[in-house]
């Protein structure tokens, strides 16, 4: 299922950022990346990173790696235990020997992929040249959406690309550590509501913004679809003033659309998390959420 929802998050990423342009290289980037070449071990700026982020293609932009499955094998290249689903081909080197990487975006020469050196659990091992490689470090930000459901919500927030994790809980109210059912008895003040952590070098506040409006309907009032109730309004709590202008704009750019937008612009409070059972709970359970979907609005 993570797989799938990876692979599409890519897809929509490709297209949003247009990855269809290549970058101009260096005549040693063409030998390696174009021509299959490998650069000398130890002499990559990426050996010995530790830094946390994102690996992308050289010369077309696409993430390729996650700074999470980088290790030391004491090779001289950087190694990965894992690529991002969907972005990396595999082809057997015309002599059958190994079998070589490449971006599947462009098809740009990375390195060669072993397995059964048992480095990691996974037993796999991408042996990539730094210089086939650009990376991106991690840009930690936190943002606040309420839509309905948050099973929905969570669902789909987490397929959009940068997103580093959704936290179903509970916002809005005065009450401390509300449970599910204070907050379904409607008078705890709280709504169902997600936290966000995503990497804003790789995805603005302002498209995951404009994604929210897209997977849930901002004109329904204390309801989303079947579910019906105070818990279940379209609210969106901003953390600081840049995220509150430019929530007021993508409001603003909706209603000029002619949506009779009623989500409740509101600064952050306390955000309590839910209980576990409420966590990644289509991921875990399977299936599709009943009140939410994607519909372009922008």
Not at 213 to 228: A, L, M, S, V, W
Request: hydrophobic share 30%; charged share 25%.
């Amino acid at each position: 299922m993570k797989k799938v929802i990876i692979i599409a998050s890519l897809i929509t990423f490709f297209i949003n950022n247009g990855f269809s342009q290549m970058n101009p290289l260096t005549k040693e980037e063409e030998r390696v990346i174009l021509h299959k070449g490998t650069e000398a071990p130890f002499t990559g700026k990426y050996v010995h990173n530790k830094e946390k982020g994102t690996y992308l293609c050289r010369q077309c932009g696409a993430p390729l790696y996650r700074s999470a499955d980088k290790f030391d094998s004491g090779c001289g290249w950087p190694s990965f235990d894992q690529e991002i689903p969907g972005a990396v081909t595999r082809h057997r080197d015309p002599d059958g020997t190994r079998t070589e990487i490449v971006c599947n975006n462009c098809e740009g020469h990375l390195g060669h992929v072993f397995t059964g050196e048992k480095f990691t659990k996974k037993d796999t091992r991408h042996c990539v040249n730094s210089i086939s490689l650009v990376f991106v470090p991690e840009k930690r930000e936190s943002a606040i959406f309420a839509g309905g459901c948050f099973w929905g919500v969570e669902f789909m927030l987490q397929k959009l690309f940068g997103v580093i994790s959704v936290t179903s809980g509970y916002t809005g109210g005065n009450s401390r550590k509300p449970s599910y059912e204070e907050v379904c008895e409607g008078n705890s003040g709280h709504i169902e509501a997600v936290e966000v952590i995503f990497d804003a070098s790789l995805v603005s506040y302002e498209k995951l913004t404009k994604y929210f409006f897209e997977i849930h309907d901002p004109t329904q009032q204390d309801r989303q679809g079947p579910d019906i109730g105070y818990q279940y309004r379209s609210a969106l709590f901003f953390k600081n003033p840049q995220q509150k202008e430019t929530a007021l704009k993508v409001i603003s750019e909706l209603k000029s659309k002619g949506y009779k937008v009623v989500t409740e612009l509101r600064e952050a409070v306390q955000f309590w998390p839910a209980e576990d059972y409420h966590q990644d709970y289509y991921l875990r359970k399977g299936g599709i959420p009943y009140c939410h979907s994607y519909k372009k609005r922008f």
